[in-house]
């Protein structure tokens, strides 16, 4: 079965601190790739897709993820948080072909705290 | 343009009490999703429709039911709701493989 692990539960950094939030998942054919956030009491916004292409891709405010196929990986990453980054973090996975396509499957998320 | 809208926001019901959660979204989306929210869980497929006048069961569907009405709207139907059913439910739309999400409805049961 398909799956998606997130590292950590939650990280806590002071401002201007790198982020590195990691996200691995299971399934032996193609897939798309997202990373969304959650602001306190909000719903789900989309911060970044991979569908294919370059494995670096750009997302809003500032962030970043790379796809590493060897690895199953799609680690999500900025170069300097702000406390207004503090959310919890969702990455997600969907088959590219066939039944299941369009269906996300989520990670556990990564609350991320950010101090003052 | 509001995107996908949920009502209610809030709800507390009574152990086996029923309700219907209401989703629509004005993007013309072919697609349409309910999930719910349990903390440190992420985020569980409860049913979805892949177009109109189908549905599919998702990772967690027992205890629910839902009906696409027309094109714009996804209900999800608790018919004798349980303490296990606190959650925070999401709808969600897509049209090619993107997913837009609605602002939730928290639900107590009590």
């Known amino acids: 079965a398909q799956s998606v692990s997130q590292h950590n539960h939650h990280v806590i950094l002071s401002e201007a601190a790198s982020l590195e939030l990691g996200c691995n998942y299971s399934?032996?054919?193609?897939?798309?790739l997202f990373w969304y956030v959650q602001y306190p009491g909000q719903h789900l916004q989309l911060l970044l897709k991979?569908?294919?292409?370059?494995?670096l891709v750009k997302g809003i405010k500032g962030f970043e993820a790379e796809f590493i196929k060897s690895k199953f990986s799609f680690n999500l990453r900025k170069p300097s948080v702000q406390w207004s980054d503090t959310a919890e973090y969702f990455c997600?996975?969907?088959?590219?072909?066939?039944?299941?396509?369009?269906?996300?499957?989520f990670g556990k998320g990564t609350k991320l705290s950010v101090k003052p | 343009n509001a995107g996908v809208t949920q009502t209610p926001k809030f709800q507390v019901l009574k152990t086996g009490q029923s309700m219907t959660l209401q989703c629509a979204q004005d993007?013309?989306?072919?697609?349409m999703y309910w999930y719910r929210q349990d903390p440190g869980m992420g985020l569980r497929l409860i049913y979805y429709?892949?177009?109109?006048?189908?549905?599919d069961k998702g990772e967690v569907p027992n205890g629910y039911n839902v009906s696409r009405l027309n094109k714009r709207e996804f209900s999800l139907r608790l018919e004798s709701a349980a303490p296990s059913q606190t959650s925070v439910y999401f709808c969600?739309?897509?049209?090619?493989?993107?997913?837009?999400f609605g602002p939730g409805t928290r639900l107590t049961v009590t």
């Open positions: 969600a739309s897509s049209e090619v493989l993107e997913q837009y």
């Open positions: 429709s892949a177009s109109e006048g189908t549905t």
């Open positions: 993007m013309n989306h072919n697609s």
């Open positions: 997600a996975v969907t088959p590219r072909y066939g039944g299941s396509q369009g269906n996300l499957i």
């Open positions: 399934y032996g054919g193609t897939v798309n």
């Open positions: 991979y569908f294919s292409g370059d494995p």
